[in-house]
């Protein structure tokens, strides 16, 4: 009888465990191996925002020449869940269009993910949505990328000034649904920014205006849980301040820049920049 007595007092007492291991939640230190994943291996949507005036035909090649590296370091992060966006902006005497206006990688693409910004008195900005927001979708965010810089497809752009409209592009994609919709919960989110000017908004100039504008980018960008990150060879000169550093970057939860005298490493800074963040939303 006390044999029995004991084995049905150890039976009870497994059942508890077994119990109680398939109540406890998620995430929690009571269930150590059935976690969520955390930070970037809970997904992530990145945006790429690249300035396309005529200076920046070398950073767009160095990036297209190492493409598979830099999706394959946000696939690995992922884990496979991920998705791409890419967007390019430009600004041209009001009225003349984009030299690109013509070019079949433009015209193929839909009216809503071209977007021409009139309200400047010198000059119109045009930003271009190349790929939108969609699962796993490596493929075709190459093919889009690989069209920029490239004759006939996609020559480059103008320019005008020094400024440029980055600032506007951005506020597209995070209070527009210009890329599509950014997911919620808890992946990682990324807006990737490179030029090599200031910020010019509507009018080719960097004032006041625009940093009150870029610390409203920031507070949008912050409620959102999406995190910027530049990357520019332009550190500010007496003429106009490094405004994305100084009035976004600065002010944006989980912003980073990277400042180069050139975009010859801006592939591997792109790699690194992504790293640093998957680092650390692990730790969290």
Known sequence: MKTSYLNNIVFLFLLMISLGSQSCKKGTEICPY???????????????????????????????NEVSSIVNTIV??????????????????????????ASPAYTSLPASQKKVITSGTITDQHLTMMEMFAPAN????????SFLNNNPNMPMGWGVGGPEPGDLLLNEILNNGFAG????????????????????????????????????????????????????TFSGNPTYPANYQLQLINNNTGGSAVVAPT?????KDIITQIENICDTDKRK
């Open 34 to 64: 059935d976690e969520e994943p955390a930070g970037c291996a809970a997904g992530m949507d990145v945006a790429f925002l690249i300035d396309y005036t005529g200076s920046m035909g070398t950073a767009i090649d160095s990036i297209k």
């Open 76 to 101: 690995t992060e992922s884990g496979g869940d991920y998705r791409l966006a890419l967007g390019i902006f430009d600004e041209c005497p009001k009225k003349n269009g984009p030299s690109y206006i």
């Open 138 to 145: 490596a493929a075709s965010f190459s093919t889009q990328l």
């Open 181 to 232: 919709t950014w997911r919620g919960g808890g992946i990682t989110k990324l807006a990737i920014i490179i030029t090599d000017a200031p910020a010019g908004g509507d009018d080719d100039n960097a004032t006041a205006a625009d940093d009150t504008y870029l610390q409203s980018l920031a507070a949008a960008a912050n409620s959102m849980g999406v995190q910027c990150v530049l990357l520019t």
């Open 263 to 267: 975009f010859s490493n801006i592939s």
